[in-house]
């Protein structure tokens, strides 16, 4: 019995040194935090206890610049991937545009203090790599539902952010984005419609 015992003992002590190692060897390799919550974490910490309001006025500089950071990056793999001139001119014009957009955003942020992510969000990246996996067609229609998609979502933001923004510099910042995402949202939908015309 005694045998069975410490040869139950043995087998434990190896499972606790197996399972310690494995979960030291997860730490070992730490995970690169998302840069969208790596700035709200930043923004949180500079005006939480200061400032509550300037916290949720830095949220939508912080989505601003996210979109922007993935509009340059989709509308330069429009024009690389996409074979359609009206998809290749629209990912040209998202280029453009939105880098235009996150100059004015970052030169706001500066001003305010605020943190901005510092690089393509996860979300960019896997709208990114989603969109790379596709060709053609396929390709083409993915992209203009994308455009449609997240400038009408965009517009929403921003005309939350005109009305409800304690900071007056930001609600004017979001107001004038408006006619800009709408123009956008405008050569999106007739994109769109050519490339669904396509069969």
């Given at each position: 019995m005694k045998r069975t015992s410490l040869f139950s003992k043995t087998l434990l002590g190896a499972a606790v040194v197996t399972l310690s190692f494995g979960m030291q060897s997860c730490k070992n390799e730490p995970k690169q935090e998302d840069p969208k919550e790596v700035a709200e974490d930043q923004n949180e910490a500079k005006f939480d206890d200061v400032n509550e309001e300037k916290e949720k006025d830095s949220d939508y500089l912080v989505a601003a610049s996210e979109v922007d950071m993935k509009e340059?990056?989709?509308?330069?793999?429009?024009?690389?991937?996409?074979?359609?001139?009206?998809v290749k001119a629209l990912?040209?014009?998202?280029?453009?545009?939105h880098e235009?957009?996150?100059?004015?955003?970052?030169?706001?942020?500066?001003?305010?203090?605020?943190?901005?992510?510092?690089?393509?969000t996860e979300k960019g990246q896997d709208a990114f790599k989603d969109?790379?996996?596709?060709?053609?067609?396929?390709?083409?229609?993915?992209?203009?539902?994308?455009?449609?998609?997240?400038?009408?979502?965009?517009?929403?933001?921003?005309?939350?952010?005109?009305?409800?923004?304690?900071?007056?510099?930001?609600?004017?910042?979001?107001?004038?984005?408006?006619?800009?995402?709408?123009?956008?949202?405008?050569?999106?939908?007739?994109?769109k419609e050519k490339v669904d015309a396509i069969k």
């Open positions: 340059i990056e989709l509308g330069k793999l429009a024009q690389q991937k996409s074979t359609n001139a009206d990912g040209k014009m998202m280029v453009e545009q235009k957009a996150a100059a004015e955003t970052k030169a706001l942020a500066a001003k305010k203090n605020i943190t901005l992510p510092a690089s393509l969109l790379n996996d596709k060709t053609g067609h396929d390709f083409d229609k993915a992209y203009t539902d994308k455009m449609v998609e997240g400038h009408e979502k965009m517009i929403e933001k921003m005309e939350k952010a005109s009305e409800k923004a304690e900071d007056a510099d930001i609600r004017m910042w979001a107001a004038n984005m408006i006619p800009t995402l709408r123009k956008h949202l405008e050569h999106s939908k007739m994109a």
